[in-house]
């Protein structure tokens, strides 16, 4: 349901049901959720000098997408040990909840958790999965992990970040993704990683139409045999491929605030979600890497309902789009479909 456009929209009559709304986030990289002063302090606690990647008023600085992924890295650089992924989790699950979150998948890469050995990704996921049972516990949000190789680090990397998770897969570990630089090789380099996941019994998601244009999502989905994709927004250009995925049911991960803070889109105003959603498409909405984009869930709704004067019941129906799309197993999607309703 949309508001007649010419009849006032006032968005304060909305926003407290907006904050107080329990959301479901599907597309959230753990390290790109570090707030900054959270890795000033390991910094300085580890006598690293990474003044470089901060604004004077303590922000992460970085010029455009390719210096934003070195940046993300340099900060990966101080969380050095399963006790940092430990906080990290802590930190970054505390700060969701106050948006309202109470399901959230994120992007967890073992190149950050010991470089992709096996038995250091296993003692760096005994300490995201104590934070994320302790998370649950004190602040009512529940944490799944997707396993995520990085596009830029190549194939043969991408080859160990999935054994990874193919040795991990369960109830925590329920998906496997490629995020990354969209313009280094081809969807179809990563085929053998997306197999083996998908062996291991791991739901699929990869970034594209982040960047690159239709023929990037259409690679996803026919070479990697996704059911999710990361943003897929400058895939709307396309008609055909807007009705093939709404008909087959392919969700898209949007996060406009990302998307407007890089300039993917130019503004709110012509980011395609609302377009995409008109079409069929199961859209949801994400924050991808709220501090490096200043933004929050809380953020993306309420601009969103300015923008496109969205009421309640489009972003219930957001929620409910995510939660389908979800990586849990059936128990959980109960279990938060509750939680959803009687909110
Ligand atoms: N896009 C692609 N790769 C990434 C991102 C992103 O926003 N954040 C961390 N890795
Ligand atoms: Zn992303």
Avoid at 168 to 196: L, N, P
Avoid at 229 to 237: F, L, P
Avoid at 252 to 269: D, I, K, Q, Y
Avoid at 310 to 325: K, P, S, Y
């Amino acid at each position: 349901m949309t508001h007649d456009p010419d009849a006032p929209f006032e968005i304060e009559e909305i926003a407290p049901q907006l904050r107080a709304m329990p959301k479901v986030e599907l597309h959230l990289h753990l390290e790109g959720g570090a707030p900054p002063t959270f890795i000033r302090g390991l910094a300085r606690e580890k006598n690293v000098d990474l003044r470089e990647i901060f604004t004077e008023d303590g922000g992460y600085a970085y010029r455009d997408f390719e210096h934003f992924l070195s940046v993300y890295e340099a900060a990966c650089s101080v969380l050095t040990g399963p006790e940092e992924f430990y906080r990290l989790v802590r930190a970054v699950l505390a700060e969701s909840a106050s948006h309202g979150v109470v399901y959230s998948e994120t992007f967890l890469s073992p190149d950050f958790c010991g470089k992709c050995d096996l038995s250091a990704w296993r003692e760096y996921l005994a300490a995201i999965e104590e934070a994320a049972t302790e998370a649950e516990r004190d602040d009512g949000i529940t944490l799944r992990g997707i396993v995520t190789c990085i596009r830029h680090f190549g194939p043969d990397q991408a080859k160990k970040s999935a054994m990874c998770a193919a040795e991990t897969a369960g109830d925590f570990i329920t998906g496997f993704g490629m995020a990354g630089a969209e313009d280094m090789g081809e969807q179809k380099d990563f085929v053998w990683s997306f197999d083996a996941a998908r062996e291991a019994g791991l739901r699929l998601t990869s970034h594209a139409g982040e960047w690159r244009g239709p023929e990037e999502v259409r690679a996803a989905i026919r070479d990697l045999g996704v059911e999710r994709i990361g943003h897929g927004v400058r895939g709307s250009t396309d008609a055909q491929l807007v009705e093939d995925i709404a008909e087959a049911g392919i969700t898209l991960e949007c996060c406009p605030g990302s998307n407007v803070f890089l300039g993917v889109s130019g503004s709110l105003a012509d980011h395609p979600i609302a377009q995409l959603r008109s079409k069929g498409v199961n859209v949801t909405v994400s924050t991808d890497d709220p501090p490096f984009f200043h933004t929050d869930m809380n953020a993306e709704f309420l601009n969103l309902a300015k923008t496109f004067r969205w009421d309640v019941d489009v972003f219930r129906e957001l929620n409910q789009n995510a939660l389908a799309a979800a990586f849990c197993d059936e128990p959980t999607r109960t279990r938060i479909a509750k939680e959803l309703e009687t909110a």
